[in-house]
């Protein structure tokens, strides 16, 4: 969960409405966070956790004078885990135990005159590899915000932003959908507020509801606002909830220069080593702004998928 | 029947990266997936599963993997219906490669196929100095999407399937094969590229046809006859195959953590002015059983 706005960019600046964009996903337009840019944070806060920072953290290429560096032992468990590279034209890398997906948003906060309600859709839950969801169809009717049948839904209609949409309580599936989702760890006070539009509301819903904030460089010689500096940012907005899965690998399948693996012996140490850095992401965050108060994430609770076989799946 | 064949239809659950030769700071991407990468990964997934807590033995499956199991490159497929669909490369004379889907009904441009198809990524290393981009990291890496991207603004969203052939020799491997339901293939996987879930797993019954292609499933080797290729076709391995027009490059790749040399081939979608029995060999390249030196 977003405990600030997280910005992780594209990198590139557009002209238009917002200069630094988030990276979306080109069909659906709905924001993500590459797996790679989760994988770098994780392996430098990892490197952190376990002593072994800056050495073993980034790229991995040693500086010229052949100091710095991936270690690349077996008993490693930054290197084992995210994998090494050598120096260029080397060979006897290691692609690493475990693979971060890209995070997905899975529930998107909107503002309405019931106070923040938690947006989803079909395609968001279907992408979560929870095995009940995985056969759900988007909604036979596209303009309508479905919730569960409780006090809560007394109003007949609700606003989401700026679209104003009339509820229903009739969409069976939606009992089990809380049930699940709740199993994850996420908080009641979003389940309780928790919403089901269509596929393609729920683009229109969180690309309107972005937050998109004002900024400007300063000139670092006088302290004051660069000419011509202004800038406006996008960002997904505090308490989205996001779904990642971890990939990790049974260390017992593979070698580093034709030996064991030391650091770890089993999937669930890769993820254990994993799990070590959680607390530096919900300090030190993720994506670009961090010194403007932005990018940290708390992970609500990591669950072994049902059904999940050799590889140890993971959510957070 | 020596062979038996199957048909496989998987659908990208993230993006998938199949290099090929980079053009400058961008990493081009195929848009199918070549026999060999598939192999690759079927044979890592059935030794890990079937061997426990023990280090595999990656070499020896591997091996009997493909002399019992032959693979047809997997292509891109859309399901219209209950009908999965395939798009498949012609190369033509002053237009060059073409895509064809449903019967030759549709067509695309190598272009237009490539932009509905491919999305690419920005990377950039972070210098832990620094905590900002680090000098001379950045890159794009292309992607097959994990969603059709579509021209006709219906607004719908279709997911990419990848589809392709499977042939075993007296249905060895039948029981690992029907286990696998995700695989993991191409590159950068740890950032979570190239998985991939099976949505359909059936055998090919009757008549035989192979991408609307007739086969033989008596010989040493499965048999395609037909005009188009649909692999690589290696060149130093066979005499001259006369008629044969399309595009060539040089392939290459690993082999257990050293570089295997390459050599020159035609690319799938070439094609010749008459069919010929092509049969698939171990690494999944197509073979003139003619013109095999
Ligand atoms: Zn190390």
Request: aromatic share 10%; proline share 5%.
């Amino acid at each position: 969960m977003a405990l600030d706005p997280i910005h992780v960019g594209t990198g590139g600046t557009r002209l238009g409405r917002v200069d630094n964009t988030i990276v979306r996903d080109p069909v659906t337009r709905i924001p993500k966070i590459p797996g790679s840019s989760i994988a770098g944070v994780m392996r430098a806060y990892t490197a952190m956790a376990k002593g072994k920072y800056p050495k073993c953290a980034g790229l991995g290429q040693p500086e010229r004078n052949g100091a710095g560096g991936h270690c690349g032992k077996a008993d490693c468990p930054v290197c084992t885990v995210f994998g090494f590279a050598k120096g260029i034209g080397t060979y006897g890398g290691f692609a690493g135990l475990a693979a971060f997906s890209d995070m997905h948003v899975l529930l998107f906060p909107v503002a309405s005159q019931l106070g923040p309600q938690w947006i989803t859709c079909p395609m968001a839950l279907r992408q979560t590899s929870i095995a009940e969801f995985s056969e759900l169809d988007d909604l036979l009717e596209q303009q309508v915000v479905y919730r569960k049948a409780d006090g809560t839904a007394n109003q007949p209609s609700l606003n989401l932003g700026w679209l104003f949409l009339p509820v229903k309580t009739d969409w069976q599936p939606l009992s089990e959908i809380d049930q699940k989702i709740e199993e994850l760890g996420i908080p009641g006070y979003i389940i309780g507020r928790l919403a089901v539009v269509s596929d393609k509301l729920f683009t229109h819903i969180v690309n309107s509801n972005l937050e998109v904030r004002t900024s400007v460089a300063i000139d670092p010689a006088t302290g004051a606002a660069e000419e011509g500096a202004l800038f406006t940012y996008e960002a997904l907005p505090r308490s989205t909830v996001l779904f990642w899965e971890v990939t990790c690998r049974n260390p017992k399948h593979f070698k580093i220069n034709q030996g064991d693996v030391k650091a770890v012996d089993s999937p669930e140490k890769v993820r254990d080593v994993v799990a070590d850095a959680y607390s530096y992401l919900e300090h030190l965050g993720i994506g670009g702004m961090g010194s403007r108060g932005m990018g940290r994430l708390r992970v609500l609770a990591t669950k072994e998928l049902a059904g999940a076989d050799k590889p140890g799946k993971e959510v957070s | 029947m020596t062979w038996t064949a199957l048909r496989w239809v998987w659908r990208l659950e993230a993006p998938l990266f199949v290099g090929m030769p980079p053009a400058g700071a961008l990493n081009r991407c195929r848009p199918y997936v070549p026999a060999r990468v598939l192999w690759g990964a079927v044979t890592a997934e059935i030794s890990r599963s079937g061997n426990g807590e023990g280090f595999p033995g990656y070499g020896k499956l591997g091996g009997e993997l493909a002399l019992n199991c032959r693979f047809t490159y997997l292509f891109p497929a859309e399901k219209r219906g209950d009908k999965f669909l395939a798009w498949m490369p012609k190369f033509e004379k002053m237009r060059g490669h073409q895509w064809y889907c449903n019967g030759g009904k549709e067509s695309l441009s190598d272009r237009d196929f490539r932009r509905r198809l491919l999305d690419s990524r920005p990377g950039t290393a972070i210098a832990s100095e620094s905590d900002s981009a680090s000098e001379g990291t950045l890159r794009e890496t292309e992607c097959i999407n994990p969603w059709w991207r579509d021209s006709n603004c219906k607004g719908e969203t279709n997911a990419i399937l990848l589809l392709g052939y499977v042939f075993l020799r007296n249905n060895r491997f039948r029981r690992q094969l029907d286990d696998i339901d995700t695989l993991f293939i191409g590159g950068d996987t740890r950032y979570g590229l190239g998985k991939i879930c099976r949505v359909g797993w059936h055998e090919v019954s009757g008549g035989s046809f192979v991408f609307g292609q007739r086969v033989c499933l008596d010989g040493e080797h499965p048999e395609i006859e037909s005009d188009i290729v649909w692999g690589h076709v290696l060149e130093g391995d066979q005499t001259q195959i006369d008629g044969i027009q399309g595009v060539k490059e040089f392939l290459g790749g690993w082999d257990w953590g050293k570089p295997w040399r390459g050599k020159i081939a035609w690319v799938p979608g070439s094609f010749l002015n008459h069919p010929v029995a092509w049969s698939i060999d171990q690494n999944g390249y197509w073979v003139d059983k003619e013109k095999k030196l």
